[in-house]
């Protein structure tokens, strides 16, 4: 297989998605803190007015800031998609994606050895 054909057998292979001293980081930062204030904002503005239940939507716009900061994250780690999909549920899990499960060994394979 020469150097620039794409292997399909490789399922965690890297692909460069952003530099690693691409803006992103930098923008990434900017929505966090634009979040962070606006938590404030909303907050501030929803006890100052005695906000009902409903008021709790504006809550929507700190949110929006927040998931777009993680997002910025994510693609400025320069992980594929898959990877990244990978790598979730590991970290909760307290796995690494990484390792592949261990083939039970057959008569055959051992062999083949």
């Known amino acids: 297989m020469g150097a620039t054909?794409?292997?399909h057998r490789?399922?965690?292979r890297r692909e460069n998605t952003?530099?690693?001293s691409s803006w992103w980081i930098f923008t990434a930062i900017v929505l966090g803190i634009v979040g962070v204030f606006a938590t404030l904002v909303v907050h501030l503005l929803l006890d100052a007015t005695r906000a009902g239940p409903w008021?709790?939507?504006w809550m929507t716009i700190p949110v929006a800031f927040m998931a777009a900061s993680v997002g910025a994250l994510f693609v400025a780690s320069g992980m594929?998609?898959?990877e990244k999909l990978a790598a979730i549920p590991a970290?909760?899990?307290g796995y690494s994606p990484r390792e592949r499960p261990r083939q039970k060994s057959t008569p055959a394979s051992r062999e083949a050895a």
Do not use: Q, T
């Open 55 to 57: 008021g709790l939507a």
């Open 80 to 82: 594929s998609v898959r």
């Open 10 to 12: 490789d399922p965690l």
């Open 5 to 7: 054909e794409h292997n």
């Open 91 to 93: 970290a909760l899990l």
């Open 18 to 20: 952003a530099e690693p």
